[in-house]
C-alpha cells in the first residue's frame, strides 16, 4: 500500500465519520431548534451550515488526492511502499463502520432509554433521575421530538453495525 493510498483512505474515514456526525448529532440538534420555532435567520443560517458540511463530505470524498496534494501528505517518506500484508482498503472500511456504528449506538442508548422510561411512566413531579436529564429534555417540553430522534440514532447504529460489511464494500469502490 502506498502513503497516498493510506492518507486517501484516512481522509475518507475522516469524510464518514464527519458525515455520520452531522447525520445523527447535528442535524437532529438543528430539527429540535427549527421545530421549536426558531427565527428565519437562524433557520437560514443552518441551511447554509448543512450546504457547507455536505459539500466538504463531497470534496473529502471525491477529491482526496487534491487534498493530499495540497497538504504534500505523501512527501518526504523513504519509501514509496509500507507493508500491511493482506489489509485491504474495504476491511478498513468495515472496521471503522462497525467502531462508528457501536459509538453512535452506545452514545444514544442511554438517553433512548431514559425517553422510553419517560413515556411509560405517569405524569408525576420531578426525581433525582428527571433533575440530572432536565437539560436534555427542556427543549423538547411536552413533545417526543427527543425520542424519536434518539430512537433514530439507536437504530441508524444497529443498521450500520448490522450492515458494515456491505457499506464497506460500497465505499471500497471509490477507493
Known sequence: M??????????????????????????????????DEAPASATLWVLLSLIFLFLLFYLLVRKSDTVIDLLGLDKGFDTKEFRTGTLKSRDIFSVALLVAGFLLFLGALPEFLYQTYLAIQPEKQPGTLEKLFSSATSKSSGTNLS??????????????????RKFAEFLSRFS
Do not use: K, N, W
Open 2 to 35: 502506498t502513503y497516498r493510498d493510506f492518507f486517501r483512505i484516512i481522509i475518507r474515514l475522516f469524510a464518514l465519520y464527519s458525515l455520520l456526525i452531522t447525520l445523527f448529532s447535528f442535524l437532529p440538534e438543528v430539527i429540535g431548534d427549527i421545530y
Open 147 to 164: 425520542y424519536i430522534l434518539t430512537g433514530f440514532d439507536v437504530l441508524g447504529g444497529l443498521i450500520l453495525i448490522a450492515f458494515h
